[in-house]
């Protein structure tokens, strides 16, 4: 099984903003259709911490996320992204060792 797991930790006030801009960054990079893409975003707001929030992006590989990485797109949504966080975000990079389906 091969996968690459980021996930974004951020605090933010402005989540409709952050919500936008991620739907914004998804439809061009969909129509784009050039390059790496994540395969699938989770955006989820913790329940217990107002204004935590988690942003898990899933790749096929970690070349494919690093790739990705170095795309100027990514660059400047994660620049805007930041603007609209009230401080620097958390990031984590998984290694994909097992997946579970309950249905």
Do not use: H, W
């Not at 955006?43 to 795309?71: K, L, T």
């Amino acid at each position: 099984m091969t996968g690459f797991v980021q996930i974004i930790e951020y605090r933010t006030s402005k989540p409709d903003e952050i919500a936008t801009l991620m739907e914004e960054f998804r439809a061009k990079r969909v129509a784009a259709n050039d390059g790496p893409a994540p395969v699938r975003t989770t955006a989820c707001a913790d329940r217990d911490v107002p204004g935590r929030y988690f942003a898990i992006v899933e790749f096929g590989s970690y070349e494919e996320a690093m790739e990705n990485s170095g795309r100027s797109d990514t660059s400047e949504f994660s620049a805007r992204m930041m603007e609209l966080c009230d401080g620097p975000g958390t990031f984590y990079n998984l290694d994909l060792v097992a997946v579970m389906n309950y249905s």
